[in-house]
């Protein structure tokens, strides 16, 4: 483990609020993702960075926003949009040349709206 | 459309039995594939893919483009391989960069 860290573990919001996910890392990666995980459907894909100062929308980017002002974070903004954000929440990263698709995962954090 | 599709949420087999976890995917370009897994308590990370053609843990994956799928194989489970298995198509964005595709999961459960 190591590598790739997220916090908080667990995030209470309440309605109307934005909150925001930190994810950090330090294996050089150029490639930094955000998926949600809810039950029975997997991970989905919400916003994706291949390099600094640069960010594409996945498929369920409504509601939530992104930057990426250093190579090493990445941080998720969970806005009051989002008609429904208590999931769990996965950082991942991955170099782009070499095996590009090899992502690397952070813990998680599970947020849940009160 | 890209899809992904593990059509069973558990797979429950005892100690020495053979594994077989589903999946089956829908992409009309050639297919990139991953078997990903998360065991308890742990992060989620890479088991293997197909480019590699190679054997972890014991587990193995074919590609059949005919059928459209790359099962992951085990002859012997054992328990410690319980955990949860997800597939994984790369595919392209609009953006001409690439990115996962997750199948839904099956978590195998390894009885003694």
């Known amino acids: 483990d190591g590598g790739i860290t997220q916090s908080p573990k667990y995030l209470f919001r309440k309605e109307g609020q934005n909150v925001t996910l930190s994810c950090e890392q330090n294996l050089n990666h150029d490639a930094m993702y955000w998926y949600r995980q809810d039950p029975g459907q997997g991970l989905r894909l919400i916003y994706y960075?291949?390099?600094?100062?640069?960010?594409q929308k996945g498929d369920i980017a409504e509601g939530y926003s992104v930057s990426r002002e250093k190579k090493e974070s990445f941080p998720l903004t969970v806005t009051s949009a989002q008609k429904n954000p208590t999931a769990f929440y996965l950082c991942a990263s991955s170099i782009l040349s070499g095996a590009p698709d090899t992502q690397y995962f952070g813990p998680g954090t599970r947020l849940t709206v009160l | 459309a890209q899809r992904v599709t593990q059509p069973e949420k558990l797979l429950s087999v005892f100690k020495g039995a053979p594994v077989e976890l589903k999946c089956n995917y829908s992409?009309?370009?050639?297919?990139?594939l991953f078997w990903y897994v998360q065991y308890s308590r742990q992060r989620l990370q890479l088991l293997l893919r197909h480019i590699s053609r190679e054997s972890i843990k014991g587990f193995t994956a074919d590609l059949n483009k005919g059928e459209t799928s790359f099962h992951l194989k085990k002859p012997f489970a054992q328990e410690e391989d319980s955990a949860m298995y997800y597939c994984?198509?790369?595919?392209?964005?609009?953006?001409?960069?690439?990115?996962?595709?997750f199948g839904s999961g099956t978590r195998l459960q390894v009885q003694p």
């Open positions: 992409y009309s370009g050639s297919p990139e």
């Open positions: 960075s291949q390099i600094v100062n640069d960010f």
């Open positions: 994984a198509l790369s595919r392209p964005m609009d953006t001409g960069r690439r990115a996962l595709t």
